[in-house]
């Protein structure tokens, strides 16, 4: 097993080919078009929340080690599916259900995400 620290080289649109180091959490880099420098990002596994088979949230660890004009701090990459639906009573309670769940889930990632930025298990 190496000890280098893990590296991906990415095509990008203004610089050619950009090495990186590679976090431990990053699921890869799937797409190979290339982008501008300052967008490279890594990305890790995506968390789908859901509400009878709907997305309602995507969250993810994500690091932008590049940027300029965010954060080049790890956090967490969070996006909202936009669900719309007409819901009778009691779907409007099994929404509710589904968010109280869906929050309970963010708690546990916002926790994961502490111990990684606390320097812990990747």
């Avoid at 078009?33 to 660890?61: C, I, K, S, V, W």
């Avoid at 080049?72 to 009778?88: F, P």
């Avoid at 009573?89 to 502490?114: E, N, S």
């Amino acid at each position: 097993m190496s000890t280098e620290p893990r590296t991906v080289t990415l095509p990008t649109i203004d610089h050619g080919d950009v090495t990186l180091p590679e976090p431990a959490w990053c699921a890869g880099h799937p797409d190979p078009r290339p982008q501008y420098r300052t967008d490279l990002a890594h990305y890790g596994p995506e968390h789908r929340l859901t509400f009878n088979g709907a997305p309602l949230y995507r969250l993810m660890l994500v690091q932008s080690p590049l940027a300029e004009r965010m954060s080049r701090d790890l956090c967490a990459y969070v996006e909202e599916s936009g669900y719309t639906g007409s819901l009778d009573p009691a779907g409007l309670y099994d929404l509710a259900a589904a968010l109280d769940a869906a929050a309970d889930q963010m708690r546990a990632f916002a926790d994961q995400l502490a111990v990684v930025l606390a320097g812990g298990a990747e």
